[in-house]
């Protein structure tokens, strides 16, 4: 029988993308919680500085590395730098981006922003993650974060359920290829999760209006992500691979 010690990260190299504020810092702060040792990578380096700063305060371990997602040459450097620790037994690719418009006045560039972010920073940061662990031969957990909106849909979104939607498939895509190599690929589908970037939207009148139609009638804090992000990084998930976890208050089983 598995115990809570199979929740542990002792030692292991983890990666989080996107890591400069909100999911991202949230998930390096709680991979360093339980012993794994922590790249946190962004394109701002500044809030990194002090994630890190806060981490070792903490006795947990981290560095931090300049990231641009939707560059092959910057997560190619990247995953270098990573490797300087070991090669990465946990990836949490978390970096995306949203523009909220309606869809007739999207432009292209808002979707070559959305899309290239969000799927293409996916498929690099995943990729080029999967060879390392293949080189090291010890097998490894990626954890790609999706949506709530990759199931269903959201006016004036269009681009990042698109994205995240491609997100779901692309995490059963990799699982099917990875698998024979140790390698555990699954999903993160968080519903609305209140952060410093979206609090005065969900404490407003329509905030309060969507958080009737949860069924849970709450949203989500990031603790809540704590429990479903360590089953699917850690050996207590061993045997899932191809998931998606969603994590909304019972959002997606809501009445149409």
């Not at 979104?157 to 390698?183: D, F, G, W």
Request: a neutral charge; proline letters at 3%.
């Amino acid at each position: 029988m598995k115990g809570i010690d199979s929740f542990r990260l002792d030692g292991k190299v983890a990666l989080v993308t996107g890591a400069s504020s909100g999911l991202g810092a949230h998930f390096a702060q709680l991979l360093a919680s339980v012993g794994a040792r922590v790249v946190v990578a962004a394109r701002r380096t500044e809030p990194l500085q002090a994630l890190v700063d806060g981490i070792r305060t903490q006795g947990g371990q981290a560095r931090a590395v300049a990231l641009d997602v939707t560059r092959s040459a910057s997560v190619r450097a990247c995953l270098d730098e990573v490797c300087a620790w070991g090669a990465p037994q946990v990836v949490v690719n978390n970096a995306g981006v949203t523009v909220t418009r309606s869809l007739l006045e999207q432009t292209e560039e808002d979707f070559d922003l959305v899309l290239d972010t969000n799927l293409k920073g996916c498929w690099l940061v995943a990729t080029e993650a999967a060879r390392r662990m293949v080189q090291a031969g010890e097998g490894g957990a990626i954890v790609n974060v999706a949506s709530i909106l990759g199931e269903r849909v959201a006016g004036g979104v269009a681009p990042y359920a698109i994205s995240k939607a491609a997100v779901v498939q692309a995490t059963k895509a990799m699982a099917l290829e990875l698998a024979r190599h140790r390698i555990r690929v699954n999903a993160l589908l968080p519903g609305y999760i209140v952060t410093d970037l979206n609090r005065e939207f969900l404490e407003s009148e329509p905030g309060q209006k969507l958080r009737a139609r949860i069924p849970s009638r709450r949203f989500g804090e990031l603790e809540d992500l704590d429990g479903p992000l360590l089953l699917l990084a850690s050996d207590a998930g061993s045997a899932m691979s191809g998931a998606t976890v969603a994590v909304d208050g019972a959002h997606l089983v809501s009445s149409l």
